[in-house]
């Protein structure tokens, strides 16, 4: 067959005290600012930068910042 590429990124965020669609929705933030970090990122969740394809639209050069 075929050979087949893949990329792994990863969002992390810390749960203690939240609920967890709270927990979910701080990952999931996470792994879309890992996404626009690039290939093969993990990234932790930053308070500071809400990220979501849906929600906001942040840019490269407001993540690196």
């Known amino acids: 067959g ?3 590429a893949a990329t792994f990124s990863a969002g992390l965020a810390d749960g203690h005290g939240l ?3 709270e927990i979910i929705r ?3 933030s996470a792994l879309y600012q890992a996404k ?3 290939r093969n990122r993990v990234h932790a969740y930053d308070e500071g930068v809400e990220l979501h ?3 906001n639209r942040t840019s490269h050069s407001q993540i690196a910042a």
């Open 26 to 28: 701080r990952a999931d």
């Open 19 to 21: 609920s967890v669609a």
């Open 2 to 4: 075929e050979p087949v």
């Open 53 to 55: 394809p849906s929600r």
């Open 36 to 38: 626009n970090l690039g």
